[in-house]
């Protein structure tokens, strides 16, 4: 997206080095490996890395304009904006290059399940060629993600799906303010994240700022924290939900609601509800509600719901959610992209409706869950107990904490296995899987379980 140079600078508060040299016009890039001639290298400082450092490189490959916070690396003649924090600048072009976008926004935030309804939202439109749409990349949700989905969007794009993450306390809302969405979803606010939040209420606000700017709300009706805020929206709230078959009473006055219901979508608009066939070809009873999700943003931008339906089919989950992949003679489903408590109970519950076979969980821990983590653990050992795993692999930080609550569910003993390491892991799996088992492969990923997954790739090669 191509934005007025004096606007941008504007917006970033940037003063102008060299001005009488500075196009008028600016594209943005932060990566020397893929800047296009003509762009303006904008030098980003992280962790392990200063672009400060690239600035004789972007030259070099025809930057034609340089975004810094340190005026020295400026060479003579060269025209550049000055600011503060090369991030927040990066971020106020992005939202410079939205407003001169007409796109229809449509954010999606959550603490499970908002990559998953990104995906599927982009498809549905996709394949129901409601126009071009341009989404967040892989989980691309935190600043620099959004502020490159929109510095980069192309101009014919009728509608821009952004994906809305964070890790820290208030983070949402200034993302909110350069998305500007129409449409704002908000999959759940579950227990992700909380030992960086601080409390459930820190995450409920922060997870709460996507709609600060007056979006519509979309949100899960069996999300309790989201029906207790609902009353504090200026346009109300409209709803989606997903169950097994026909949830009859179960639906509200909503203006626009979207339900899942078995192998229909049922759309209610005031009184009138109406059901549509659909067919869904992935896996994960969970995911259902991913669908509902973004089915009701489909509505909301308006989307008709004979399109919409049609387009269900066919749709595919994003990678490392829930892949179901055959391996020699197992089937193993790869959930380990992430993992918070109330999205592990999800799947477990998922898994226990897969079948026939014996179903083997191969759980590590969860991350970043604050103190009350021992207890979540538990919570989610018990959990596996509920859904029928044949045998139950515990790793981890928390590994004795999920066998301490498949015990006291009840658990055979001789079927509770802890590993120290993902080679035991797959160790054991060689040895003991038999044809016709059922994998699943859930845990944070700082666990790397994609390992145990290649680790049987390779033994039944």
């Avoid at 009840?410 to 590993?419: E, K, N, R, Y």
Wanted: proline fraction near 4%; glycine fraction near 10%.
């Amino acid at each position: 997206m191509i934005v007025l140079a004096k606007d941008a600078a504007g917006a970033a508060g940037a003063t102008i080095l060299n001005p009488r040299d500075l196009p008028d016009r600016l594209a943005f890039s932060t990566d020397t490996r893929t800047l296009a001639r003509g762009e303006a290298f904008v030098a980003l400082r992280g962790e392990r890395f200063d672009g400060h450092a690239f600035v004789a490189q972007a030259l070099e490959r025809g930057a034609a304009a340089l975004v810094v916070s340190q005026g020295t690396v400026v060479p003579d003649g060269v025209p550049a904006l000055l600011v503060a924090d090369t991030k927040l600048a990066y971020l106020a072009f992005a939202g410079v290059a939205r407003r001169a976008s007409r796109a229809r926004v449509v954010a999606i935030t959550g603490s499970t399940g908002k990559t998953t309804t990104k995906s599927f939202l982009r498809q549905l439109l996709e394949r129901a060629q409601a126009g071009p749409v341009a989404a967040s990349e892989a989980n691309e949700n935190n600043e620099i993600g959004v502020a490159k989905l929109f510095t980069r969007l192309d101009p014919a794009a009728a509608f821009v799906v952004v994906e809305l993450g964070a890790r820290h306390y208030g983070e949402i809302e200034p993302l909110a303010r350069v998305a500007s969405p129409d449409v704002a979803v908000l999959t759940n606010i579950g227990d992700a994240h909380l030992e960086i939040m601080g409390s459930p209420e820190r995450l409920a606000e922060t997870k709460w700022g996507i709609f600060a700017t007056g979006a519509q709300a979309v949100l899960n009706r069996d999300d309790p924290v989201s029906r207790e805020r609902a009353a504090s929206l200026a346009r109300g709230a409209h709803w989606f939900a997903a169950y097994d078959e026909q949830p009859s009473a179960r639906t509200d006055g909503s203006t626009a609601t979207a339900v899942i219901a078995g192998s229909q979508l049922l759309v209610r608009r005031g009184p009138d509800e109406r059901a549509y066939p659909i067919v869904c070809t992935f896996a994960g009873a969970h995911n259902l509600l991913n669908l509902a999700a973004a089915a009701a943003a489909a509505l909301e931008l308006g989307l008709a719901p004979e399109r919409l339906a049609a387009a269900v089919e066919g749709l595919v989950l994003p990678p490392g959610r829930y892949e179901r992949t055959r391996i020699g003679a197992l089937d193993v489903f790869f959930d380990a992209y992430n993992a918070s408590m109330s999205g592990t109970l999800a799947t477990l519950r998922s898994f226990a409706r897969e079948g026939p076979g014996r179903r083997i969980a191969v759980l590590a821990s969860m991350a970043e869950l604050g103190t009350g983590a021992a207890h979540m653990h538990e919570r989610v050992g018990a959990a596996a107990v509920a859904a029928g795993v044949g045998a139950l692999l515990v790793g981890g930080d928390f590994a004795d904490d999920l066998a301490r609550g498949a015990r006291r569910a009840g658990i055979d003993p001789a079927t509770l296995v802890s590993f120290a390491s993902n080679d035991d892991a797959i160790a054991w799996l060689r040895e003991h899987a038999r044809e016709g088992d059922l994998v699943l492969l859930k845990g944070s990923r700082k666990y790397r379980l994609e390992q145990v997954r290649d680790g049987l790739r390779v033994a039944h090669a």
